[in-house]
């Protein structure tokens, strides 16, 4: 049998980060909250981030450290709850956490720790949370949205979607949130994975030989690179700056690598000079891992000692080394995606409060927006921040 409707000032769909974080900061603003997931815990995606530690921010926090179609969206969110804002939080939990490289943060413990800590935010006088119930309807009328989950009904007067984007749908990840902003008549930006192992066809499978191997590089697309670590795997490539390439790669775009980051264009030439009876061999494995080489010289189809090649062929295949083309085939997907590009148009909302500006009441935070963060704790800052911006209107 039903329950009877229960009334609420906000309703949240989805106890993610961004919705947890809008609970709590409406909560203690005296709201009644309603905070419903699928799930059958809070903070599913917080729990598995950073192997299990969360990369809950990164100090390097910056706008242009973000994708979107507008690439102002993000800026007045972001100023209003910076990484300082949430550290502050988590040191104030007594959270002992750490810098791990290029300004992301971790917990020296658990992620589950970050989970406890935004659900004691909730005051439980306030925010009300529903697990595991499949919600089956959401409409909207007389200055109200009704929301059926399971065999109970709630109403609010407003409603903030935070049900992230279709990436890792083994943790229950669907399009909920874009099926539910068309039904209100919101534009959507076409989701696509980012952060995503790239993989690679034809010609270069042979590369896929080299599963395991990993090396220093710079990931180049179009005018966008990253330094650091590529990886490759048993269907292309992976590792740091791969992901972070992803996220700005189109079908049909090669990806640029360079092997040898920290030598300059003449470097083979000079170690001719230097050391003329050096095979090319031994020349190229002093800086990159022995299989890695192999396969690499072979496509380069030089050999011989340094002394006995031109000048010509060594500045090519110094070349060719830092600037290796290849062209992947597609990504590994959403199944193997970190997030989720795209989304809940920027058009369609107030960068200020993440209201909907022709649907009052209804609100869209954190991955289900259209906003992309880099690889490194960026998007758990976005969740924070957008939460935050929506918990402080609702």
Known sequence: MAKPPSHYDAIILGAGGAGLMCAAVAGQRGRKILLIDHA????????ISGGGRCNFTNSGTAPDRFLSQNRHFAKSALSRYSPADFIALV????????EKTLGQLFCDGSARQIVDMLMAECPDQAVSLSLGKEITDVSHSDGRYRVEYG???????????????????????????????RKFGLKIVEPRPALVPLTLGGEET????????????????GKTAFREAALFTHKGLSGPAILQISSFWQHGEPVEIDFIPDLP?????QAKRQLPRLSFKKAIN????????????????????LGNLTDKKLDEAARRLSHWR??????????????TAGGISTAEISSKNMEASQVPGLYAIGEAVDVTGWLGGYNFQWAWASGHAAGKAI
């Open 326 to 339: 290849f062209m992947p085939n597609g990504t590994e997907g959403f199944a193997k995606a970190e997030v």
């Open 265 to 269: 264009g003449d470097w083979l030439i």
């Open 91 to 98: 040191d104030h939990y007594g959270i002992d956490w750490h």
């Open 40 to 47: 059958d815990e809070p903070g599913k995606k917080i729990l």
């Open 286 to 305: 002093a800086h990159l891992p022995a299989r890695l080489t192999e396969t690499l010289i072979e496509r380069i189809a030089l050999e011989g000692e």
């Open 151 to 181: 065999r109970e009904t709630a109403f609010a007067p407003s409603l903030v979607v935070a049900t992230g984007g279709p990436s890792i749908p083994k943790m229950g990840a669907t399009g909920f949130a874009y099926d539910l902003a």
């Open 206 to 221: 042979l590369f896929r030989s080299l599963s395991g191997v990993s090396a220093p590089v710079i990931a180049r697309c």
